[in-house]
């Protein structure tokens, strides 16, 4: 078992309590990125993580899906705009 110091366990805590806002933020990258990307492979990467930051901001894994199926640039910009 591990044992964290006061410090550690305030800084676990604050990571859990403010996970949603930093998967909210790792959205707004990926768009700015998928924007400029030309490597196939990169952009490909960049669509799967965002379906993983999507479903931990509580989209519903079937919106999620489909934007992702559809690579939709736009509508993950808009789902990026209503979690704001």
């Not at 410090?7 to 604050?14: A, D, E, F, L, P």
């Not at 930051?53 to 999620?64: I, T, W």
């Not at 489909?66 to 209503?82: C, H, P, S, T």
Request: glycine residues 6%.
């Amino acid at each position: 078992m591990t044992h964290h110091t006061p410090h550690q366990k305030g800084i676990i805590k604050r990571f859990y309590e403010h996970r949603d806002t930093l998967a909210v933020q790792k959205l707004g990258e990926i768009v700015s990125n998928l924007y400029v990307e030309t490597s196939e492979r990169k952009i490909a990467a960049a669509w799967r993580a965002a379906e993983k930051h999507l479903l931990a901001c509580g989209v519903s894994r079937h919106e999620a899906g489909n934007v992702v199926k559809e690579r939709d640039l736009g509508a993950l910009a808009k789902i990026l705009q209503r979690l704001f």
